[in-house]
Nanobody, 115 residues
């Protein structure tokens, strides 16, 4: 069974940085694209960044130039480095992948950007 476990969420001041981690198990991690999504209160879940099995990266416009997605296939972990954080980045951040046509999600980690 695929399991995704996020960590690293915290309260951070505007302009600060944070790194999220997502540890995957129950899958051949290296062959699947991995993604980060977020959901703010009262809003729909939205894509933040995706990294392909070969390392190609896609970012949502609001985070381009501020967030970096990366992966460590030796640790079965995907990361999201976030910098220049803004209050509008406040959300629950979820890790996701699609294995054999089925989407899997982690439990989410809360990121709050506030002074």
């Amino acid at each position: 069974q695929v399991q995704l476990v996020e960590s690293g969420g915290d309260l951070v001041q505007p302009g600060g940085s944070l790194r999220l981690s997502c540890a995957a198990s129950g899958m051949i991690f290296s062959i699947y694209a991995m993604g980060w999504y977020r959901q703010a209160p009262g809003k729909e879940r939205e894509m933040v960044a995706v990294i392909g099995s070969g390392g190609s990266q896609t970012y949502a416009d609001p985070v381009k130039g501020r967030f970096t997605i990366s992966r460590d296939n030796t640790q079965n972990t995907v990361y999201l480095q976030m910098s220049s954080l803004k209050p509008e980045d406040t959300a629950v951040y979820y890790c996701t992948c699609n294995v054999a046509g089925r989407p899997f999600w982690g439990q989410g980690t809360q990121v709050t950007v506030s002074s």
